[in-house]
């Protein structure tokens, strides 16, 4: 049977393993270059890449395109949205779908790399060979001819890297340490800072000197991230068997309450995708939205548009330190909400959201005059302690949740609830052309109001099951 990394004696920072650290290191790096890539893409396809003169240099865009406008079609059929043809008409739903399908994608492939690591390579190979890739990809942003080329490789790349890492996360702690749920928030913090400081870089590189620069920056970042995870190696978990090795360890069954956990596990994937589409749509139709309303001319100067995910990350990093300290206070004093409920009061939090900017969005329309900033950071402020109470606590949920047999693999699928989530805001975004303000973005209120219901009934129905299991007396295996 599998037993928890016990790190070496003395080496806590704050409370914490100090391979935790390392970790958050190398993901705030990680994330840096992907938020550096995602706070450019939608704006350099829109104002560079899609135009003619320079779209025919791509190689292989058109069956690249082909294929991202066959995929949304069909989703467009099975979901009753649309006929389904003629998907990618213009240049700014061309743009959509491809960030859309860029954003998902990143988020599909953990689950693939996950496997690879628990089977045949191990975390740490994984880990680093998903590095090298997507440094390749962002490099290789800088040619138009391997755009094609560059989101592959930022596809294996993610999916290597991303899922491994942050199971690495949880194997530092035993499955009763309540430090887990902590140490995955102070996970994403990491994530948020390395977002405030990722679009003021490659944003100013990208928007105000050249694309191709704003690309490379965020290369430099992910190289620098392989670096502090392979420095810090000493400190996180060993390897565990794997392959022939694997096979003749001991092994512990699948009970079935190991397979209804996982299947309750697996149905949550797109209520908790509903109740991040507002969050999502900030690296997609926000930007062009914000672009088109926002007054973002300051003391004469015009404010690179990608600036918002910044705006949005120094919030986030409020709220999530924020939510933090809230449920540590709340502790204290009375017993705290099983996860499941912290993720219902998230989502009817970040509900509010996408209706200020309805709301925004029906003032212009009144008035003609553009939008105040004031709104945008409503916005971010309410999405953002929406988004605080929802993402790391459902990573901890699943961490927590899952078998430890499919630990690796359970991360990689908790990422599929981003995956369904962007893959929709990829179709949804390109309606913003076609839809008013006010009616776009009251939609995704509506949509994540109505995920905030379904976790409800799925609390009522399975918070027991998705319980830790020493609270109601399941029997424990020795270690």
Same mark, same amino acid.
């Given at each position: 049977?599998?037993?928890?990394?016990?790190?070496?004696?003395?080496?806590?920072?704050?409370?914490?393993?100090?391979?935790?650290?390392?970790?958050?290191?190398?993901?705030?790096? @990680?994330?840096?270059?992907?938020?550096?890539?995602?706070?450019?893409?939608?704006?350099?396809?829109?104002?560079?890449?899609?135009?003619?003169?320079?779209?025919?240099?791509?190689?292989?865009?058109?069956?690249?395109?082909?294929?991202?406008?066959?995929?949304?079609?069909?989703?467009?059929?099975?979901?009753?949205?649309?006929?389904?043809?003629?998907?990618?008409?213009?240049?700014?739903?061309?743009?959509?779908?491809?960030?859309?399908?860029?954003?998902?994608?990143?988020?599909?492939?953990?689950?693939?790399?996950?496997?690879?690591?628990?089977?045949?390579?191990?975390?740490?190979?994984?880990v680093a060979l998903g590095a090298l890739f997507m440094v390749?990809?962002?490099?290789?942003?800088?040619?138009?001819?391997?755009?094609?080329?560059?989101?592959?490789?930022?596809?294996?790349?993610?999916?290597?890297?991303?899922?491994?890492?942050?199971?690495?996360?949880?194997?530092?702690?035993?499955?009763?340490?309540?430090?887990?749920?902590?140490?995955?928030?102070?996970?994403?913090?990491?994530?948020?800072?390395?977002?405030?400081?990722?679009?003021?870089?490659?944003?100013?590189?990208?928007?105000?000197?050249?694309?191709?620069?704003?690309?490379?920056?965020?290369?430099?970042?992910?190289?620098?991230?392989?670096?502090?995870?392979?420095?810090?190696?000493?400190?996180?978990?060993? @390897?565990?068997?794997?392959?022939?090795?694997?096979?003749?360890?001991?092994?512990?069954?699948?009970?079935?309450?190991?397979?209804?956990?996982?299947?309750?596990?697996?149905?949550?994937?797109?209520?908790?995708?509903?109740?991040?589409?507002?969050?999502?749509?900030?690296?997609?139709?926000?930007?062009?939205?914000?672009?088109?309303?926002?007054?973002?001319?300051?003391?004469?100067?015009?404010?690179?548009?990608?600036?918002?995910?910044?705006?949005?990350?120094?919030?986030?990093?409020?709220?999530?330190?924020?939510?933090?300290?809230?449920?540590?206070?709340?502790?204290?004093?009375?017993? @705290?909400?099983?996860?499941?409920?912290?993720?219902?009061?998230?989502?009817?939090?970040?509900?509010?959201?996408?209706?200020?900017?309805?709301?925004?969005?029906?003032?212009?329309?009144?008035?003609?005059?553009?939008?105040?900033?004031?709104?945008?950071?409503?916005?971010?402020?309410?999405?953002?302690?929406?988004?605080?109470?929802?993402?790391?606590?459902?990573?901890?949920?699943?961490?927590?949740?899952?078998?430890r047999q499919v630990g690796g693999l359970f991360i990689g699928?908790?990422?599929?609830?981003?995956?369904?989530?962007?893959?929709?805001?990829?179709?949804?975004?390109?309606?913003?052309?076609?839809?008013?303000?006010?009616?776009?973005?009251?939609?995704?209120?509506?949509?994540?109001?109505?995920?905030?219901?379904?976790?409800?009934?799925f609390a009522v129905l399975f918070n027991k099951l998705l319980?830790?299991?020493?609270?109601?007396?399941?029997?424990?295996?020795?270690?």
């Amino acid at each position: 049977m599998t037993t928890a990394f016990v790190p070496p004696a003395g080496k806590d920072i704050l409370g914490h393993p100090r391979g935790l650290w390392y970790l958050v290191f190398a993901e705030a790096w @990680e994330r840096f270059s992907y938020y550096g890539m995602q706070a450019l893409l939608v704006l350099y396809l829109t104002q560079y890449l899609l135009l003619p003169e320079h779209v025919g240099a791509v190689a292989g865009f058109e069956q690249f395109k082909g294929a991202v406008a066959a995929a949304y079609g069909w989703l467009s059929q099975v979901f009753g949205i649309g006929d389904g043809s003629n998907e990618l008409a213009t240049p700014i739903a061309t743009a959509a779908a491809i960030t859309g399908v860029y954003s998902a994608g990143v988020y599909a492939t953990p689950m693939i790399g996950g496997w690879i690591a628990d089977r045949f390579l191990g975390r740490t190979v994984t880990v680093a060979l998903g590095a090298l890739f997507m440094v390749a990809g962002h490099f290789l942003m800088a040619f138009d001819v391997a755009f094609v080329a560059a989101i592959a490789c930022l596809f294996i790349g993610v999916g290597l890297f991303k899922g491994n890492i942050a199971s690495q996360v949880g194997e530092l702690y035993g499955p009763d340490d309540l430090r887990r749920t902590t140490a995955y928030q102070t996970f994403l913090l990491g994530v948020q800072i390395a977002v405030i400081v990722a679009p003021i870089v490659t944003g100013f590189l990208g928007e105000k000197i050249a694309w191709h620069y704003g690309f490379g920056a965020a290369g430099v970042g992910m190289a620098i991230a392989l670096v502090v995870y392979l420095w810090g190696r000493k400190y996180l978990p060993p @390897e565990q068997p794997r392959g022939r090795a694997a096979a003749g360890a001991p092994k512990d069954k699948l009970t079935s309450r190991d397979w209804a956990t996982m299947a309750v596990l697996i149905a949550m994937l797109p209520i908790l995708a509903a109740t991040a589409i507002g969050n999502q749509e900030i690296f997609n139709a926000y930007l062009l939205w914000g672009e088109q309303n926002y007054n973002l001319v300051f003391f004469g100067e015009t404010m690179p548009v990608s600036w918002l995910v910044s705006l949005d990350a120094i919030i986030s990093t409020i709220t999530v330190g924020g939510a933090l300290v809230f449920w540590s206070v709340y502790a204290k004093y009375w017993k @705290e909400p099983d996860e499941i409920i912290k993720l219902a009061i998230g989502a009817v939090i970040a509900a509010g959201a996408p209706m200020i900017l309805a709301l925004a969005s029906a003032n212009r329309a009144v008035t003609g005059e553009p939008v105040s900033l004031l709104w945008g950071i409503g916005f971010h402020v309410v999405n953002d302690i929406g988004f605080a109470m929802i993402f790391p606590v459902g990573l901890a949920l699943f961490s927590r949740a899952a078998p430890r047999q499919v630990g690796g693999l359970f991360i990689g699928i908790y990422y599929l609830h981003l995956f369904i989530c962007n893959l929709a805001t990829g179709k949804v975004a390109g309606m913003i052309e076609t839809m008013d303000g006010f009616s776009f973005w009251a939609m995704h209120a509506m949509v994540i109001a109505a995920g905030a219901v379904a976790l409800v009934v799925f609390a009522v129905l399975f918070n027991k099951l998705l319980a830790p299991k020493a609270a109601d007396a399941a029997p424990t295996a020795p270690a």
